[in-house]
């Protein structure tokens, strides 16, 4: 559009000269001693114009060769900063084609500006991980910690770390990018695995209430973390009856009957004498989801009332008539308050439905208690052939 506008105006003022030319009679006079000469006033103007116009052109010239060097050298610079972009983006490329060795070699010699230095150091570390080239990737590390960027860094050395299993050298690299990022999400997120793999659950539980506040995991990954949180530190209160039972207090109750947080309470519970709360804790938690490894929890407890516990138990298997747990916890609650033939029938109705190696092995109890050693033997034997077929 520029170019045509100029067309037009060159046009215009061509015809106006022209036109200007034929009717305009001036003229100028040139006098230099002792010659004189003289042109039509439209000629002085284009020569005036062409020695301007010629005078602008020469001076653009000479400043054009006096900035030579300098324009030289700028275009230099645009070449290897085109170079170094195509060299930069040829590693991105290598590394996300999972071709890790060229992204490794490229990336890490790669030099340019300092912000992508860094990130192409941090990448090529992480090219060198998948290699499992640990001495690369150190390397590759302590240049990106000192290319400005320092967490990109750390939070890959503690990933690699806790892929390694290496927990405490992880949480050195954690403290060290918490000083930087304290509440980045994917750094709690390391956290939180670092402080289950070394057993920090009073700490998981805080970091917990943290992500979630944040939206930071998947409800379903919360949960389950979380009542692997309540079950590890019920296992460690199992040890202090007052810490045991102000820790259950403080649990959610839809937690308190999950399963798994249920058993931990349970054993727990039960490992400090407590068996009555250990079977309100069990019958609770059976009373909303029915659980094999529950059923079979409440058989080990031993409560004030033991023929409560049968009856509840008889209960439940008026709901669950075929259910071979249920049957073979009733034949060890009874066996228990030596009622011998109440388990036999139990145990015999157990196996029918589901032979067990645990069942075979109860009942040959039974058998050497009733002085035949003969059926005793059989059944061990049928217990050691369940054992081997696992």
Same mark, same amino acid.
């Given at each position: ?5 100029? %067309?037009?105006?060159?046009? /215009? *003022? !061509?015809?106006?000269? =022209?036109? $200007?030319? +034929? ?93 992508? %230095?860094?990130?192409?150091? /941090? *990448? !090529?570390?992480?090219? =060198?991980? $998948?290699? +499992? ?104 209160? =199992?040890?202090?009856? +007052? ?148």
């Amino acid at each position: 559009m520029r170019w045509l506008i100029s %067309l037009i105006i060159v046009v /215009v *003022l !061509a015809v106006a000269l =022209a036109m $200007a030319g +034929r009717y305009d009679p001036g003229y100028v006079v040139l006098v230099y001693p002792p010659w004189r000469m003289e042109i039509s006033f439209i000629s002085f103007v284009l020569v005036v114009a062409g020695l301007v116009v010629g005078g602008v052109m020469l001076l653009r010239l000479a400043l054009l060769t006096l900035n030579l060097p300098s324009i030289v050298r700028e275009q230099r610079a645009r070449r290897a900063a085109k170079k170094r972009d195509e060299n930069f983006v040829g590693g991105l490329k290598a590394y996300t084609e999972y071709r890790h060795q060229d992204a490794e070699q490229s990336l890490g010699q790669w030099q340019g500006d300092e912000v992508r %230095l860094g990130l192409a150091r /941090v *990448l !090529a570390a992480r090219a =060198a991980q $998948a290699l +499992r080239a640990v001495a690369q990737r150190e390397r590759h590390l302590q240049a990106a910690t000192e290319h400005g960027a320092e967490l990109a860094a750390r939070l890959f050395e503690a990933e690699a770390c806790l892929d390694a299993k290496d927990a405490a050298t992880a949480r050195v690299a954690i403290n060290r990018a918490k000083q930087i990022a304290p509440q980045h999400t994917t750094l709690l997120r390391l956290e939180l695995k670092a402080c289950q793999m070394t057993g920090q659950w009073d700490e998981v539980d805080r970091l917990l209430d943290v992500l979630v506040r944040g939206d930071a995991l998947e409800p379903g990954i919360a949960m389950q973390n979380r009542r692997m949180a309540y079950a590890e530190n019920l296992k460690r209160r =199992a040890e202090d009856d +007052r810490g045991l039972l102000e820790y259950w207090k403080k649990i959610p109750a839809d937690f308190k009957v999950d399963p798994w947080v249920a058993r931990a309470a349970a054993r727990a519970f039960m490992q400090r004498g407590g068996h009555d709360t250990a079977l309100d804790v069990l019958e609770a938690a059976l009373a909303r989801e029915w659980h094999e490894d529950l059923v079979a929890l409440y058989g080990e407890a031993r409560g004030s009332s033991l023929t409560r516990q049968i009856e509840q138990a008889e209960k439940w298997l008026h709901a669950h008539p075929r259910d071979a747990q249920l049957l073979l916890t009733l034949a060890q609650l009874c066996s228990v308050q030596q009622l011998w033939g109440k388990a036999q029938s139990y145990l015999e109705a157990s196996l029918a439905i589901a032979p067990s190696a645990e069942g075979h092995i109860r009942m040959a109890e039974l058998k050497t208690q009733s002085d035949q050693p003969g059926e005793a033997c059989r059944h061990y034997q049928k217990a050691l052939a369940l054992c081997r077929a696992q």
